[in-house]
Each structure stands twice: as C-alpha cells, then as structure tokens.
C-alpha cells in the first residue's frame, strides 16, 4: 500500500484499486483519524491517495518577487523613518525667564562664516563664526569672534551676515546653543523680555 499522507489540516480521500479505479471517495477527513482510517481499509492493493496542493513554477516566482518588493518597502520606509526622527525636532518652549536663568551665556552676534562640517553621526553639522556685538550675560566680550558647532536641527539656521541673538555655552573651546531656546535671529520681543528679566535678579 503506498501513502501519500500531508501533515496537518483536512483532507479530501479516495480509495482507488490496483487499477486505479475509485472504490470509495470522501469529501474530508481530518489528519487525527488518517492512521485509523488507513489501518480499516481491508484490501492491502488498495491506496490512499491524498494529493499535495501543487504550486507552479510562475506562482513561486511571483511570490519571490512580492516578497522582494515588500522586503525592500519596509527596508525604505524604515530608513525613512530613521532619517526623519534624527533630523526632527520637537520642543517643550517654557517661558524667556527660564532660559535666562539657565543659560551661561546670552549674546547677540553677527555671522560671518558658515561652513559645512563631514560627519557620519550628525545629519545637520556645522562650524560657525560669529564676532559678537551685545553682551546680555556672561563672560565674553563685544567684537570678541567665536566659533560654534551646531549638529541639532533644534538650533537657528545660520545666514551668513545675519545677527542672531544666542542662548549658549562654551564646551572644549567651541561654542554651542542650548538646543529648544529662544536663539534666533534677533528678536526685539525677545530682548526685551531678557533685560526685564536681568534688571528683576
């Protein structure tokens, strides 16, 4: 007796003779009950014959494919995705006050050089110049010319020429903005809120 026997699921059966002849069909039978079955059937010519679901060459290939293509849109939208968390920004603003309390250093300066820097961990990265012309707190000094490293899309963006006013502070002889400040280009509202908060400490 040969068996052809699928592993798992319901079934359809038939009992064919030694020539091939249907002696008994079925619609389903359930794999628990294949080996009871089998040892029932009383003529040892007799075969259960349970065709596999037959998959062309054509359908396997187009599944290859679909698979392809959904593995190289989720492999892109995650690179998407990664990309956009690390150039986002997404600020809590607390009022002026706070920053003037926190901040080491509240300047106004003028840009006078942007240039590019290469960096593999940074997707916005930058060295900047500035030659300061108002002082609000800290220990620098009016024409004093500073450089800044911005890496974070939470900072302005720079424009050669333009002044800025910047909440800041000194970290291995360069400078950096405190990231979510009020550091922007400059602000009459703003600069007025910092020496009002100045002249009350």
């Known amino acids: 007796m040969r068996r052809n026997i699928r592993k798992g699921g319901i079934f359809k059966y038939r009992i064919l003779d030694s020539e091939g002849n249907v002696l008994q069909q079925t619609e389903r039978i359930n ?46 939208l995650a690179f998407f995705l990664i990309k956009a968390n690390a150039m986002g920004c997404d600020c809590v603003m607390y009022p002026v006050k706070h920053y003037v ?7 106004v300066a003028r840009v006078t050089e942007v240039v590019p820097l290469d960096s593999q961990l940074y997707t916005d990265n930058w060295r900047i110049v500035v030659e300061v012309t108002k002082v609000f707190k800290g220990n620098i000094k009016v024409k004093e010319q500073l450089i800044f490293i911005k890496n974070s899309n939470c900072g ?28 922007d280009r400059v602000s009459s509202d703003i600069i007025e809120k910092i020496e009002d908060e100045l002249k009350d400490s």
């Open 31 to 76: 794999i628990g009950n294949i080996q009871e079955f089998i040892r029932n059937i009383p003529d040892k010519k007799e075969e259960v014959v349970m065709p596999l679901p037959k998959i062309s060459t054509k359908k396997m290939k187009i599944n290859i494919k679909r698979f392809a293509f959904i593995k190289y849109t989720l492999t892109t």
């Open 101 to 107: 309390k926190q901040s080491k250093n509240i300047i």
């Open 156 to 183: 302005p963006r720079f424009t050669k020429n333009d002044e800025y006013l910047l909440f800041c502070y000194r970290k291995k002889r360069k400078y950096h903005v405190y990231d979510c400040s009020y550091s």
